[in-house]
Every structure is written in C-alpha cells, then in structure tokens.
C-alpha cells in the first residue's frame, strides 16, 4: 500500500510539473502580448500588471499603451479611468474617449496628465469649454482633435495657451450640436476637417433655430494647406445653412463637381446657396 501511494503522489507531482511547463507565463512574449491586447487597459494596469513582474513588464509594453480607447470600457468607473491615466500617461500617444458620456468633468480633467498625447477624441464626453481650454493648454503636442461644440460653447472662454494648440492641430472633427464656427477659426493649419452637423430647427421649448447670427461673425482663416474637408448632416435647414456658411468661409478654392464626392443634390444645394448673398466680404469666392 505504502509503494502504491508514493508511487501516486510521484505521478501527481509530475503531473503538476507538466502543468506548470504548460501555463500561459511559458509563452513567448509576442504571443502574450496578442493575448494582453485584446482585454480593457484598465484591467490590464490595475490587475493583470500586479500578477508578476513578466506580466507588469508586457503590460506596459508601447505597443499597447501607445493606442488606448476607453470607449467599450462600459464598467470602468470614474475611479478606474482615474487610476488608469494615472499609469499611461507617459505611455500614450493616441487617447480615445469616445461616446464615454457617463465620465464626470473631474475625470477628463486627468486626461492634462498625457503631456505625449498627439491625437485626442472626447466625442460625447461632457466637456466645457473651460475644461476643454485646460486640456488645450497642457497637450501641447496634440495634432489631431475630435470634440462636440454644443450650446454652452463660448469661444472667448479658450485661454491664449489652448489658442496656441489648436493653431498647430492638422486634423479636426468637429461635431455641431449648435450653430457655431467652435474652434474652426483658430486652426489656421489644418490639413483634414470632418464636420457633423446634428442641430435640430427647433429647441425644446418649441422655438426656431436660426443661423444669422454667424452672418459676418466669421474669422476662419483660406485654409491652403486642407486636403480633406468632409460633412455630415442630419435632416433640416440649419444644417445645411451652416454647411454653406462653413463653405464659403474655409476652403480657399471650389472643387468642380465632377471631383466633389458629395451627393449631386447636396453640390446643387451648395451652389445654389452662393446666390443668396450679400455675404461679408471676407468670404468673396469666384465660381467658375
């Protein structure tokens, strides 16, 4: 019996060792970090990185902290993101928010931390433009910014630093939830420029919107270096008024219509709209 029990307790304790030869840390590092890759950063800096010193060494690796999006993180809370940025901000390089409508305004402020941020996406984020302005101010380096302009907008709240950084941006995505040039009128540099124009012709309260206020109230630079200038628009007036308004007041030269990639009703609506005029001078366009 004594024979027959060391003889079991050798073959579990071999077979305990083929275990362990087998276990996930015996991988070679490219194949974990494929594995690492495809969970949340925030459960990748916060847990999976204390686990061991291989695994918090791969956890950090550049090529998964250098491309970080919070978008899907549903469960990740204001402290999680907090504790996250706290870890990454000296890794990353491209930072997306992205629809992360339920991170209060404390938390985005952290995102100041990634001083390395170059592109940088807070679509439906609840931002202010006070906040906005402290972010602008401390990324330096951001090139390329995707945000909401919505009705508390309020230009004039931007400080000189943030000025600073939206003049050297090169690609902007600018999603209208109100009529509004946003920040379009400082990025003199701009070579991409998306537009979304989502406003409603009428607010809640049952009152008209309209856009003759932005009538001469424009001061967007004759872009020369814009390659890509693209629009999307949501059904009604407004939103094809302040497309036109965005037309005529930022690309220096019309493209003819054959190379336009909009769609034929909308190119007829456009060049029916430079009739309409007077327009201020500033934005005088020769129609050929």
């Known amino acids: 019996m004594d024979g027959h029990h060391g003889a079991q307790e050798a073959c579990e304790e071999e077979e305990e060792q083929n275990t362990d030869s087998a276990g996930i840390l015996n991988l070679s590092d490219e194949i974990l970090l494929c594995i690492l890759n495809h969970l949340p950063v925030c459960d990748l800096l916060l847990n999976v990185a204390n686990v061991c010193q291989k695994l918090r060494t791969l956890c950090y690796d550049k090529t998964l902290l250098s491309e970080v999006c919070f978008s899907d993180h549903y469960l990740a809370n204001d402290m999680m993101v907090v504790r996250t940025i706290e870890?990454?901000?000296?890794?990353?390089q491209s930072l997306s928010l992205n629809g992360c409508y339920w991170l209060s305004g404390s938390t985005l402020k952290q995102l100041s931390r990634c001083r390395q941020v170059t592109q940088?996406?807070?679509?439906?984020?609840?931002?202010?433009?006070?906040?906005?302005?402290?972010?602008?101010?401390?990324?330096?380096?951001?090139?390329?910014?995707?945000?909401?302009?919505?009705?508390?907008?309020?230009?004039?709240?931007?400080s000189s630093e943030a000025v600073d950084t939206l003049s050297r941006l090169e690609e902007l995505r600018q999603s209208l939830l109100t009529p509004s040039y946003g920040v379009v009128p400082y990025c003199a540099k701009l070579r991409k420029l998306m537009l979304q124009f989502d406003i409603s012709d009428v607010t809640r309260d049952g009152v008209g919107v309209s856009c003759q206020l932005m009538v001469g109230q424009s001061s967007v630079p004759h872009y020369q270096q814009l390659e890509e200038f693209t629009a999307r628009l949501a059904p009604g007036e407004v939103n094809q008024t302040l497309l036109l308004l965005y037309w005529l007041s930022s690309v220096s030269t019309f493209p003819s219509v054959s190379e336009c990639s909009w769609c034929p009703y909308l190119v007829q609506t456009l060049l029916t709209g430079l009739l309409l005029g007077p327009w201020p001078r500033a934005w005088g366009k020769e129609v050929t």
């Open 87 to 92: 870890k990454l901000s000296n890794h990353v």
């Open 120 to 158: 940088l996406d807070v679509t439906g984020c609840r931002l202010t433009t006070v906040r906005l302005s402290h972010l602008l101010s401390s990324l330096s380096l951001l090139r390329c910014l995707a945000f909401d302009v919505t009705s508390g907008f309020i230009s004039s709240q931007l």
